[in-house]
């Protein structure tokens, strides 16, 4: 999938002093409170002095630990394709706030947002709501506004206590699970599973892709115990996907519409996974919602999902972006690299956040590329940044690895060493999305 404007970006010097956050995110709101703050107790006070906005429109809810945004913006694809009104949830953003909000894949307008955000603000603040709570309300009480017929809500974090898990879906997914957020869902596996079968309700189908046989086992028993119908999704054989640079390709064999030539412009192997989950999700919907066989197929042709496995080639050089920000998500990464025919040299452009594992994440990365810069993601938490000359002192690797933590020089030297070769910027969505931000690449493609 190539970026609409990327022919004509740059790294041009006007764009260097830019902001990398958007002020919008400071606006729509007085000062609250970050972090997590579990339990649904804030998310149903406010809704319910709203007039319970969510349950004016059907939705699918989706978690796990990686690929649940490209599992949301594909269904919610479909069924646009299908002639709903639909909207999709999705958090965090790459470089504006409003890429979280869309309607029938179109973002709403910045004064729509502000409009909505001041009819619900002393509602907010009455309820002592999070920001992630405040948005998630914010975004319900948008969509029955915007008269959405049916919303896909991605999980924010975990599941169980998550502020979006005061839905009741047509049917919830779970995409996998990976040890990712250990100090707030636990430190094993088993643990973090229970958290995100935590969306699992009584009465609605459930689905997973997840592949470990025991964390499958662990789900199904909990839905068995939830009264939820089970549908597990294996992972397509290697030989049955094609992959390049621009799209992923794979049949599907289904019961409700034969098989089906999926074609999605999300590229790697586990985006062929994440297809299969979200066509098995769609199949569990009745009607009016059930899709056509046309509408899934070009459903998933048109998703537009960006900073994941995304190649774009901006003056003679490649550039690959990806968020992975856990170990999995770099596995996944490494993966994508291997398979594509990638100009090298290959340099890396790194920036992790300090409470991810990245000493696992690193090595990985490292085996593939020709040379690494580590950097700082300016539009990190100040509370959450990494050291990266630390990491450099401690982390074990053949490769060149160079400390620029600055995060402009860093991304300019990554491209003079790469050349006409390849970047690889990755290691959290704020690294993406400030480098997105500085080669003047719109997400929304305005």
Not at 24 to 53: I, Y
Request: hydrophobic letters at 45%.
């Amino acid at each position: 999938m190539k970026l609409r404007n990327a022919a004509a970006a740059t790294l041009a010097p006007e764009r260097l002093d830019r902001p990398f956050s958007d002020p919008l995110v400071s606006e729509l709101f007085p000062p609250l409170a970050t972090g997590v703050h579990w339990g649904l107790e804030r998310t149903e006070g406010a809704l319910k002095a709203l007039g319970d906005p969510h349950r004016a429109y059907a939705s699918l809810h989706v978690g796990g630990t990686n690929g649940k945004g490209s599992v949301a913006s594909s269904l919610a694809s479909v069924l646009t394709r299908a002639g709903h009104r639909t909207g999709c949830y999705t958090s965090p953003h790459l470089c504006t706030f409003r890429e979280r909000i869309l309607v029938d894949g179109r973002p709403l307008a910045e004064s729509e947002i502000r409009r909505y955000a001041a009819e619900i603000r002393d509602v907010v603040v009455e309820h002592d709501l999070t920001f992630f709570e405040a948005v998630t309300v914010l975004c319900m009480y948008a969509f029955r506004a915007e008269e959405v017929e049916i919303a896909v809500m991605e999980v924010g974090l975990g599941g169980r206590l998550d502020s979006t898990n005061v839905v009741s879906p047509e049917v919830a997914a779970v995409t996998n699970v990976a040890m990712d957020h250990a100090d707030y869902l636990g430190d094993t596996l088993e643990k973090i599973a229970r958290e995100k079968a935590g969306i699992i309700k009584a009465g609605v189908p459930f689905v997973t892709a997840e592949a470990d046989p025991d964390i499958r086992a662990i789900m199904r028993a909990l839905a068995d115990e939830a009264g939820a119908p089970f549908v597990a999704v294996d992972t397509p054989p290697d030989e049955a996907v094609e992959i390049d640079d621009t799209h992923t390709a794979l049949t599907v064999e289904t019961d409700r519409w034969g098989f089906l030539d999926i074609r999605t412009p999300l590229v790697g192997y586990h985006q062929a996974a994440n297809a299969a989950l979200a066509v098995k999700v769609l199949e569990q919907l009745t009607e009016p919602w059930l899709p056509d066989a046309h509408a899934v197929v070009e459903g998933f042709a048109s998703v537009v999902y960006h900073g994941r496995d995304e190649v774009a080639r901006i003056e003679g050089r490649t550039w690959l972006f990806d968020v992975a920000h856990n170990t999995a998500g770099i596995h996944s990464l490494v993966d994508t690299i291997d398979r594509l025919e990638l100009p090298r040299p290959i340099v890396a452009l790194i920036g992790v956040l300090g409470d991810k594992e990245w000493h696992k994440m690193l090595p990985p990365l490292l085996s593939r590329v020709d040379a690494a810069f580590l950097t700082q993601p300016p539009s990190a938490p100040v509370e959450r940044r990494w050291d990266p000359v630390e990491v450099a002192d401690e982390v074990d690797a053949l490769t060149v690895v160079r400390v620029v933590e600055d995060f402009v020089e860093a991304m300019r030297q990554a491209a003079e060493r790469a050349g006409t070769g390849t970047v690889v910027v990755t290691g959290s969505v704020h690294t993406v999305g400030s480098a997105m931000g500085l080669l003047g690449l719109d997400p929304l493609g305005e």
